[in-house]
């Protein structure tokens, strides 16, 4: 894993960094009274590494609906541990032998524009009932993966290939609804770019997977800027918890990728449908309410639909040019 020099210096650069900061922002004793931050993180990260959900996919579900957190404070520890993991999940990737930079240029326009979904989710949806929020991003996770294992759509492409004025189109909204579901969750950009790329784009699920933990970490970076130096919202509670969990996501999250490129891609299905619906399954019977069975079964239903529409279309696509 540490064969790339470029990925070593990251580490080390990174680490120090993280042992000045440390020293002088947080403890030994409020590390081991939050202890259940980093051991929470060896599992997240590890995800934002193997799949095409961030460390966030973790984070955000047992910080707001396991834990009780507040949404607010759950979505922004998402963003900033997403700032470290995936972005070390991303210089691993981007440095790796295999790596062909090119295929990646196509995300100097996504950035921009998932970034723009961002903040005008933060202007416009905050203020969404939690509960709401919950339910739709459970279901978004576990309805869209498990459409996908189900289907028989597998992509080709290793590059990026924009046939129609209309790819364009539906390029642009996803990514703006991607920045705007990370505006309410630190993360779902990746997921819902992923699921465009393996369907409509007909990409490999893993160059899909690599392509999405990039644009999140991106948007995640942006994120945690935005929230420290616009909104001047994060606390010195939050910046302490961050540090407990960042040498975990340092290391875990790029040990996810290694693994991924080396692991066939149906494991990495299974892992990801048993931790979202286990999820939302939990989220239904912790403290149920009415609400929240209703808001999560119309949820369900409806991107049931929307997804395995949209893949078996693909697949019938696929077959019909083979044919």
């Not at 790339?4 to 020293?23: D, P």
């Not at 947080?26 to 009274?33: A, K, T």
């Not at 520890?77 to 991303?90: D, E, L």
């Not at 929020?133 to 279901?139: E, G, P």
Request: glycine letters at 8%; hydrophobic letters at 55%; a positive charge.
């Amino acid at each position: 894993m540490f064969r790339s020099r470029v990925f070593a210096g990251w580490c080390l650069c990174a680490l120090a960094l993280w042992v000045g900061l440390f020293s002088t922002f947080d403890s030994l004793r409020f590390l081991v009274e939050h202890w259940y931050y980093p051991a929470m993180m060896v599992a997240g990260a590890f995800v934002a590494g193997f799949t095409p959900e961030g460390g966030g996919a973790v984070a955000f579900p047992v910080l707001n609906v396991f834990l009780h957190v507040d949404r607010v404070l759950a979505r922004d520890f998402s963003m900033m541990i997403q700032s470290v993991g995936m972005t070390s999940a991303s210089v691993f990737i981007l440095s790796h032998k295999d790596t062909v930079i090119r295929d990646f240029k196509p995300l100097f326009a996504f950035i921009p524009v998932c970034i723009l979904g961002f903040l005008l989710g933060m202007l416009l949806l905050q203020q969404i009932h939690v509960f709401l929020i919950q339910a739709f991003y459970l279901s978004l996770s576990a309805t869209f993966v498990t459409a996908y294992f189900f289907s028989d759509h597998r992509g080709s492409r290793t590059q990026l290939q924009i046939t129609s004025g209309r790819d364009v189109l539906y390029l642009a909204v996803i990514l703006i609804i991607g920045g705007m579901f990370s505006s309410l969750f630190g993360t779902g950009a990746d997921v819902v770019v992923y699921t465009l790329l393996v369907t409509r784009l007909s990409m490999t699920a893993k160059m899909s997977t690599r392509m999405s933990i990039v644009l999140q970490a991106s948007v995640s970076l942006f994120g945690y800027g935005y929230r420290a130096f616009v909104d001047h919202g994060l606390t010195s509670y939050q910046i302490k918890t961050w540090l407990c969990a960042y040498p975990v996501v340092l290391f875990m999250a790029p040990f996810g990728a290694y693994v991924l490129s080396r692991l066939h891609v149906n494991w990495m299905l299974k892992t990801i449908i048993g931790i979202n619906v286990f999820q939302l399954l939990y989220f239904n019977l912790s403290e149920p309410s009415v609400n929240k069975v209703v808001a999560s079964t119309v949820f369900s239903l409806v991107l049931s639909t929307v997804f395995f529409y949209a893949l078996g279309q693909m697949a019938r696509n696929r077959k019909s040019a083979v044919g």
